[in-house]
């Protein structure tokens, strides 16, 4: 299945621009204000899952924050960030792995996703996510998917739909909910797709 989903995405980044998929971002506004809020040093380690070609990295490195990791399923997807960013993809850790496969070297003080965790339909595939992000994560998780009012696909795939109470349900054995953010994200397109957002602090032991 992973193979089936590498390939999946190998093919859609080969082929389409960033103006052509619609989880493209110009300014990733909801993420970056959910990391401000954090309250994080610089010296901070970051991942960013399903990172793709999105320009948190960008936004990141401008802010001075120096521990970035950016992961994905799409060697490709990771080569296109590199390109955008030139000289300053040195700064950056990249790594290529399906996240229920991924394991880290490090743990990190804040994990981001937007949009990866809802393509993950099965129950094991989701608990392989979830023990991965309780294990690795020492501060903070960001998740951000599609809502229940949100599509029920994208790029051709199913994908999981989550209310806040759901998202909330689905990390609460490791993490206490901060906030959550309801976002209208406008695709090139010109179309409307509802995500909730959720930040969360990992319990105190």
């Not at 790594?95 to 993950?120: G, K, N, Q």
């Amino acid at each position: 299945m992973a193979d089936n989903r590498k390939e999946h995405w190998e093919t859609v980044y080969e082929t389409k621009n960033p103006d052509q998929v619609s989880w493209t971002q110009e300014t990733p506004k909801t993420s970056l204000e959910l990391i401000k809020s954090l309250g994080l040093s610089r010296r901070a380690r970051i991942i960013d899952v399903g990172g793709g070609d999105s320009k948190l990295v960008d936004y990141l490195l401008d802010q001075g924050f120096e521990n970035i990791t950016v992961l994905d399923i799409s060697l490709k997807a990771l080569e296109k960030s590199k390109q955008r960013l030139g000289e300053r993809a040195k700064k950056v850790t990249w790594v290529v792995s399906d996240i229920t496969s991924y394991e880290p070297e490090m743990p990190f003080d804040l994990w981001h996703d937007r949009a990866a965790f809802h393509f993950l339909t099965t129950p094991e595939q989701i608990e392989k996510y979830k023990t991965i992000a309780g294990t690795w994560v020492t501060g903070y998780l960001i998740i951000g998917t599609f809502s229940e009012n949100g599509p029920e696909k994208c790029s051709g795939l199913d994908i999981q739909q989550y209310s806040e109470t759901q998202l909330t349900s689905a990390f609460e054995n490791g993490f206490e909910k901060k906030r959550c953010v309801i976002e209208d994200h406008k695709t090139p397109f010109e179309t409307l797709q509802n995500f909730v957002f959720c930040s969360f602090k990992k319990h105190e032991h």
